[in-house]
């Protein structure tokens, strides 16, 4: 089923917002068909009637108050920032 | 005194409750044992002066009868822990300056019961890896060599730099993290204990992210009785994580009672693997013996989907890994590279494109391939299923069962290199540790022997959810059978 090919890698690293050098995309492919062939073996358990795992352990998510209980923190918000201008994150101009 | 950097925390906590010994000296002597190993690559970042800090306070608190089981113990802590103004970037260059504005509730529990912080450790790029090469501040060595070699072998990983401080009495125990093996495997490698506790026992708030529905933070120390002592103090539900559990933590330490009379044991066949090393089967085997000679009942189970478990990891954590790795964008925090007259795209494939290692863009793209639309059902939901299929088999064994015995990995610590070049053999690494990661179940990892060339092996205890006491006991009997008193030569001070 998979065969991911030159083409597919420079979408897959555009989906994933990495820039991959064009001479590294054949590599890649040949890397990712090697792990994705190797997980395709599970294509021989039938699951048929089972529920995909949706809680790892048998715990319910907690119910809690709809109520602020943190905030106003801007400045620790801001604080890691590599650019930050008047209390907001700052980045290269975008233009469509 | 004797070197104070070899006491356990066990004895250290009664020495210092009998005012033998202070935290401060007792401090002084790791910071100077820290420097000792730098040759180790354990630690990437040294916090001496508030070591030093934290160890006062503790000798005021113990003074004040105020003690508690890790009151006044040095400790090093994974670089994944966020430490409030204290380098935490998961030994990733996106990280890049990355001093949170808040504490992780592991480590504030840590510090709430009075340990003390020598620093931050390394580790395998956001816990990828299981030999820690994948770090962006370089390997971390083994410090144990084979027998009559000078060669240096890989500590495992992710947690290398949290196993190689522990056993290079750089530190009395550390905080690690497990998503797939990343305790356990390290452990074995490096003779050290190591011990994942159920998911959810242990907040994962403040942790950097993996696979959230894998990663679970615990301990690795010198011996059960340390791993028992520190598990409980980093425990404990937290309302900052939804997935933690709201349930009392028991008193760990009191489960090491010694007694296994009549307890099952569970010896799972698939574990058997074709080409596994002589070695591992005869100390599996030994191990099945001492079970035996304590007076537990030793049965053989089936855990049919266990060849599944490795395939299935490599769809699930990848992509929980490429949805939880989508934050790092140079925008809020990290390394940002805006090449010339670039837009905001192009700032975020650059900053990603220097800011991650080869293992992680691996894993981000498996991810963001197995979540694409046309993919979703075939990869991710196919997994999901065969998941709980892995979850199901150790629900009927613990019907069994009280505990499962199985060997920790398949081979001993190996050599740099050795299998950086190939993915797959990496992961082979975990293939019995990953299943009870996928089931989210507790297990250990205990020192039990030493292969042909003198380097460590170990032995996992897998347990029920929520009987992290059963697993304590079971290798706390495994521990003194084996009588594992090897220590390796201090050839790095």
Redesign the interface.
Known sequence: ?SN?DKA??AK??R??????EDEKLEP?AG??N???G????????N?DD?????S????K??W?QDEVNDGD?AD??L?????AEYGF?A?????E | MSDLTKLKIAEARDLLAKGDLSSRELTEAHIAAVDAADSLNAYIEKTPEIALEQADAADAKIKAGDAKGMTGIPVGIKDLFATKGVHTQACSRILD??????ESTVTQKLWDDGAVMLGKLNMDEFAMGSSNETSFYGPVKNPWRAEGSNSDFVPGGSSGGSVASVAGYAAMGATASDTGGSIRQPAAFTGTFGIKP???RCSRYGMVAFAS??DQAGTITRDVRDGAIMLESISGFD?KD??S??IPVPNFEAALTGDIRGMKIGIPQEYHLAGMPGEIEALWHKGIEWMKAAGAEVVDINLP?T??AL??Y??VAPAEA?SNL?RY????????N?PDN?????????T??DG?GDEV??R???G??VL?AGYYD??Y?????????I?DDFKRAFEKVDAILTPTAPSAAFAFGEKSDD??AMYLNDVFTVPASL??LPGSSVPAGLDANGLPLGLQVLGK??DEETVLKVSGVIEQAAAFTSQPELWWR
Request: aromatic fraction near 10%; charge should be positive.
């Open positions: 089923m991911i597919t890698v897959i690293a989906l994933a917002r990495i820039k991959i890649l890397e990712l090697n792990i994705l190797w997980v395709e073996q599970l294509g021989e358990v699951t089972i529920q995909p795992m949706s790892v352990v048998d715990a998510l907690r809690r923190k620790s918000v604080k890691n920032a590599p650019d994150f980045v290269p101009k975008v233009i | 300056g990355f001093k949170p504005e808040y159920t998911y959810g529905s894998l309302p939804s997935t559990v709201d989907h060849k599944y395939p299935t490599y769809i490429s989508a964008d140079g925008v809020r925090y990290g390394h940002r805006v670039g837009g905001l795209v192009d700032m975020y494939e650059a990603r494109a991650f863009k691996r981000i793209m498996i963001t391939y694409s075939a990869y939901l196919k997994a999901q299923k065969v998941r709980q299929l979850s993915p797959l089931a989210g959810a929520w």
